[in-house]
């Protein structure tokens, strides 16, 4: 279970410099605060993201789904204020892009991996 969540944290993290990459409005100083990004952004997702999609669910309903990239672009704004300055996004805009970008590599990458083992 440990050895799973590791390898979520790294692809996780893969996924956010490919992200940096493909846009020049989103930027990270390197892979390490990729990687610390990605531990943030875990915890988020289970502390702060379940308290958003209940509050929001309604919305989320009626966009078929859809909005969770607006919560998705949420964490990733609020791991960047708490990173700081070695994480920049600039504008709202790129943080749905790349909440969109990051959960299609994420699939990808994560079925990648369950087929390897």
Do not use: H, Y
């Not at 692809?11 to 493909?22: G, T």
């Not at 993201?49 to 990733?76: D, M, Q, R, Y």
């Not at 609020?78 to 299609?104: H, K, P, R, W, Y």
């Amino acid at each position: 279970m440990l050895m799973r969540a590791v390898i979520s944290v790294v692809l996780n993290a893969v996924a956010l410099i490919v992200v940096a990459e493909l846009f020049s409005s989103f930027q990270l100083d390197g892979f390490g605060t990729a990687l610390l990004a990605s531990v943030i952004l875990g915890i988020l997702n289970v502390i702060v993201k379940p308290v958003l999609v209940i509050l929001t669910l309604p919305v989320t309903v009626v966009t078929l789904g859809l909005f969770l990239f607006v919560i998705n672009a949420i964490t990733l704004m609020i791991t960047q204020a708490i990173i700081d300055e070695s994480f920049v996004i600039e504008g709202f805009g790129t943080a749905v892009m790349a909440a969109v970008v990051i959960s299609l590599l994420n699939l990808l990458l994560n079925k990648l991996v369950d087929t390897i083992r």
